[in-house]
């Protein structure tokens, strides 16, 4: 089982910045990718950018494309998502998620943090 802890969140401006972590713990070594989803209220969730544990290959939701940037450091063993050009519509919480190969869902989940931006 891989252990997901998110950290960073908060309120921010329109047009600020704000950086999140995912932090992943236990066995790290079965992760394949790394997801961002969001969730704000009333709606469904959003899957946000998507990273392969090992590589380069990223993806991202056309809502967040140009602003947000998601990265990996495997030493560290987290994932982070670089949010700028903050918007309120991207208010929501945040939840990270991981799986273990190409094909199969995202079954691990951290408990999710709050980004608020403010217009």
């Known amino acids: 089982q891989v252990q997901l802890v998110e950290s960073g969140g908060g309120l921010a401006e329109a047009g600020g910045s704000l950086r999140l972590s995912c932090a992943a713990s236990?066995?790290?070594?079965?992760?394949?990718?790394m997801a961002w989803f969001r969730q704000a209220p009333g709606k469904e969730r959003e899957l946000v950018a998507t990273?392969?544990?090992?590589?380069?290959?990223?993806n991202y939701a056309d809502s967040v494309k140009g602003r947000f940037a998601i990265s990996r450091d495997n030493a560290k063993n987290t994932a982070n998502l670089q949010m700028n050009s903050l918007k309120p519509e991207d208010t929501a919480v945040y939840y990270c998620?991981?799986?273990?190969?190409?094909?199969?869902?995202?079954?691990?989940w951290g408990q999710g943090i709050q980004v608020t931006v403010s217009s």
């Open positions: 998620a991981s799986r273990g190969s190409r094909g199969s869902s995202y079954d691990n």
């Open positions: 236990g066995r790290t070594f079965s992760i394949y990718g």
């Open positions: 990273i392969r544990w090992s590589g380069s290959s990223t």
